[in-house]
């Protein structure tokens, strides 16, 4: 089935990691891809503890996507290419029983994926699939078994309050 979590609000990709676990710890092979993510966070380190989960990102932070210039955006659009089509053959393989696809709504949006090869992907999927990002596209929601929209209510960056490891990254 096909879950996506969406909206403008903190907590998506918890959710989304939130799953993953519970689906490690009910034997399931786990395969995260984190688009548009390449500095070190929290998350990574307790996910390596367990059995079940492998993740794969960016080689390295290339910042938010408003501020890359063409070629970084070139760059990291062929990276994110590259990651979907691994994820994508270790599905086929038979290797992975859930797909999160952490960001994907974000990087399809903002255009660093290829379209064509992004919508065969979620189309052909045959593990449980998890997509977050905040708008996802519509072919994707009337694909969905599963659409939570989280909404931002409060936040503490409003009130100035930079992110905090741990809570945040």
């Given at each position: ?21 519970r689906a ?102 045959t593990a ?42």
């Open positions: 089935m096909l879950h996506i979590y969406c909206g403008d609000g903190k907590g998506k990709t918890t959710a989304a990691l939130g799953l993953a676990v490690a710890g009910a034997g399931m092979r786990v395969h995260i891809v984190q688009l548009l993510k390449g500095s070190d966070t929290a998350e990574l380190h307790a996910l390596s503890y367990i059995p079940g989960i492998t993740v794969t990102r960016l080689d390295r932070d290339y910042g938010f996507t408003f501020r890359m210039d063409a070629q970084t955006r070139q760059t990291v659009t062929e990276l994110h290419n590259a990651l979907l089509y691994e994820a994508y053959t270790r599905v086929k393989a038979g290797e992975t029983d859930m797909l999160v696809l952490d960001e994907f709504c974000a990087a399809y949006e903002a255009g660093m994926v290829d379209p064509e090869f992004a919508d065969l992907l979620v189309k052909n999927c449980e699939l998890v997509l977050t990002g905040r708008r996802p596209a519509p072919q994707f929601v009337n694909a969905a078994d599963y659409v939570s929209d989280i909404r931002a209510v409060k936040h503490p960056y409003d009130r100035g309050i930079a992110a905090r490891k741990g809570i945040e990254f």
